[in-house]
């Protein structure tokens, strides 16, 4: 039964944790010989930490990726043999926080190196992570760096990492020609360091194949519903469906305009629906439409999904409002109180985030706190 607040909630997702577990089975399924690990970083891109890991957990991940130490002594309670690992690598002051939460740092940096090492000196051993950088230019070691010190004789033994890693800039173009040179690189790197397992393959590296897979992969997006190949049949299925409730239906005569600076112009008798969501949720104004370009934008904007039809949303999203014209749809189907679903069963995240000139990234991690959240499915 649904709880009362989500009945009466003007913003609403209902999360599919079931689809969740069963993306994941699939990305470690589709990443062969290698295991998968499970990215959590950004609340488990927004749809709710607490929720995600021990879904996730119980599917049978046991590696998990956050972004920094706090995410990961949040992540700790709710994987208990799970190792997590920090991408944002250890810093001075946050030592304490690897010791006693056991996180694993990624070693990003020869700056970040010798912080590690200074601690070692303190705590004793401690595992980490050797991120090697093979052409993305963002994070890591060259790979000149880590060959030179998998041979230094002056390495300190209590130097072990147990994974090396790099990060592909292009997996979701599977014909980039960078992939294939971050491959090789990859591999001159991981050969200096025989026996320790490495990790290159994000979501669109585990569908380039088995070359990409080595021992880890770590799946994101793909786990939560989302594209992981540009201009590909998405094969994933949706976990998050976003609604909003409509508020009004208005009647708009042949030659009326709507929204801030008379944006939506209207050559017939139009019915307009507005609906409670806006950019405070998340639902960003680029979304209106009117030539965006960041990213294969659609200029004439987004749709949401009514009655078994899409409506255009029209005019500009504005702060808690957005409109839609429920024109094409039977004389009196569209009613106030009605949810029009923003995306998800029906409606691509990937569709509307391309209508914004974004990605479902994006839309997923900037859901607001307004939304009252229905978890479904749990395993």
């Known amino acids: 039964m649904l709880p009362p607040e989500f009945l009466s909630a003007s913003n609403r997702l209902t999360i599919d944790l079931g689809a969740l577990a069963d993306n994941w089975r699939a990305m470690n399924a589709r990443s062969g010989k290698a295991r998968a690990a499970a990215v959590l970083k950004a609340n488990a891109y ?9 879904t996730l957990y119980a599917a049978g991940a046991r590696d998990f990726f956050v ?34 939460n056991d996180l694993v740092p990624i070693i990003n940096s020869e700056e970040q190196l010798a912080v590690f090492m200074a601690a070692l000196s303190e705590r004793g051993d401690h595992p980490c992570v050797l991120h090697v950088d093979t052409g993305m230019n963002r994070l ?10 998998a041979n230094d004789p002056a390495r300190p033994a209590s130097f072990s990492p147990v994974l090396i890693m790099s990060h592909l800039a292009c997996a979701d173009e599977p014909q980039h020609p960078l992939n294939a040179y971050q491959l090789a690189r990859f591999r001159e790197a991981a050969a200096a360091y025989e026996g320790v397992d490495a990790s290159l393959a994000n979501s669109g590296g585990v569908f380039l194949g088995a070359d990409y897979h080595f021992e880890l992969t770590r799946p994101g997006i793909a786990v939560y519903g989302g594209e992981a190949v540009n201009d590909a049949v998405n094969p994933m299925t949706p976990v998050v469906t976003a609604e909003a409730r409509i508020i009004q239906i208005r009647e708009v005569a042949a030659g009326g305009t709507a929204s801030y600076g008379a944006s939506a112009r209207f050559d017939r008798d139009s019915r307009i629906a507005t609906v409670a969501v806006g950019y405070a949720d998340g639902y960003h104004r680029s979304v209106s439409g009117g030539g965006v370009t960041l990213r294969q934008a659609t200029p004439s904007g987004a749709f949401g999904f009514l009655h078994g039809k899409r409506v255009p ?34 409606i691509a995240i990937d569709d509307i985030a391309r209508a914004g000139g974004t990605i479902g990234y994006e839309l997923l991690t900037s859901l607001g706190h307004r939304y009252i959240r229905n978890y479904v499915g749990a395993v």
């Open 140 to 149: 890591g070691l060259s790979v000149e760096a880590a060959v030179t010190l």
């Open 313 to 346: 949303h029209v005019g500009r999203v504005t702060m808690d409002l957005s409109l839609f014209d429920v024109t094409d749809l039977p004389a009196g189907a569209a009613r106030p109180g009605d949810y029009i679903e923003l995306f998800g069963r029906n």
């Open 46 to 54: 927004g749809l709710g930490i607490e929720h995600a890991a021990p």
């Open 67 to 100: 972004a920094n130490a706090e995410e990961g002594a949040e992540l700790r309670p709710l994987v208990p043999e799970g190792r997590i690992y920090i991408l944002a690598g250890m810093w001075p002051g946050n030592e304490e926080f690897f010791f006693d």
